[in-house]
């Protein structure tokens, strides 16, 4: 089992940048698939950029890709989701999510059985 804590949320004017943080707590965390996601007011939660743990491929939403880069820092039992040229329409709480098993669906909130509170990111235009 894992817990998630994300950091480094924040407001940003639309063209900056922000690293958010995703510390894991619990033992083999290089084991865990992790994925981003985020959830704007009234809209659902959706994906935005997934790590793979041993192939490290990443993943990322189009509306990101380009822009967000995932990382893991396994000593640091870190995840990290460094966003460059945010515009507004990135506004949302981001969550980070794990799980062991992989399923394919990397996209899908089902996919993962592990979540953070969530971090407040708002990009002013």
């Known amino acids: 089992q894992v817990q998630l804590a994300e950091s480094g949320g924040g407001l940003v004017q639309a063209g900056g940048s922000l690293r958010l943080s995703c510390a894991a707590s619990?033992?083999?965390?290089?084991?865990?698939?992790i994925g981003w996601f985020r959830q704007a007011p009234g809209k659902e939660r959706e994906f935005v950029a997934a790590?793979?743990?041993?192939?490290?491929?990443?993943y990322y939403a189009d509306s990101v890709k380009g822009r967000f880069t995932i990382s893991r820092d396994n000593a640091k039992n870190t995840v990290y989701l460094q966003m460059n040229s945010l515009k507004p329409e990135d506004t949302a709480v981001y969550y980070c999510a794990a799980d062991q098993n992989y399923g394919g669906a990397y996209y899908n909130v089902y996919e993962y059985n592990y979540w953070g509170q969530g971090t407040q990111v708002t990009v002013s235009s």
């Open positions: 619990g033992r083999a965390f290089s084991m865990y698939h």
């Open positions: 790590l793979r743990r041993i192939v490290t491929n990443t």
